[in-house]
């Protein structure tokens, strides 16, 4: 080899180094994840009721039937907050420490349809103000509204027994006074609140209502 043919040599080495180093750095870029194609129809299922009406259990259906990831608030609670609870000033506590869990709630949820999952919401809301605002959350997300209610003396059994043998649903024990309150504070949707929206009703007792 004379001394050109070396330098053509070396230089077509370089040549092709570079040519394979952009090469490489092509099957890096490619490598990249792309913009999300964007799963279309990922819903949100939100479970909705007062105080015992069988929420928990209907949600547990829906997420096996929906292949939807479960979100339920009592759980996050019972788990992050309940060594901390006060012995004082527990209401104020609670709806403070609901507040932020429900925010986390919402992240974890937008994640989960955008990675094309169903979600099924079991966040409170017993209010309509409260829902109001979830609604302007959840914005253009597909969302069904499941609205599960049974007459209070049934739930007020039902909630007695869970207390007792801490069932697959049980996440706290709910005192009467606490079931008489959170009973009292539900207000089932109706009328502006349905229209335009996917409100389905379920009664999980076989009388008629309270
Ligand atoms: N359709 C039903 N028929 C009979 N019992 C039921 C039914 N649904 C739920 N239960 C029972 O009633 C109790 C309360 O149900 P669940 O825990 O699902 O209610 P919840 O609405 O989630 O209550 P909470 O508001 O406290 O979260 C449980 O012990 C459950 O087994
Ligand atoms: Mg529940």
Known sequence: ??????????????????????????????????????PPDARVHLVVGPVGAGKSTFALQLAGASRGVRLTLDEWMTELFRPDRPNTGVVAWYVERAGRCVDRIWHVTEAVLDAGVDVVLEIGLLQRRQRAAFYRRVADRPLTIYVVDAARDVRR???????????????????????????????????????????????TDAGAGD
């Open 1 to 38: 080899m004379n001394k050109h043919s070396r330098r053509r040599s070396r230089s077509a080495c370089l040549a092709a180094n570079a040519s394979s180093g952009r090469a490489k750095e092509k099957e890096r870029v490619n490598a990249q994840p792309g913009p999300a194609q964007g």
């Open 157 to 203: 059994e039902r909630v007695e027994q869970r207390n007792r043998l801490r069932g697959p649903t049980f996440s706290m024990v709910v005192p009467p006074d606490v079931f008489e309150l959170a009973s009292d504070l539900w207000e089932a949707p109706e009328g502006d609140e349905c229209q335009g929206r996917d409100v389905r009703c379920f009664r």
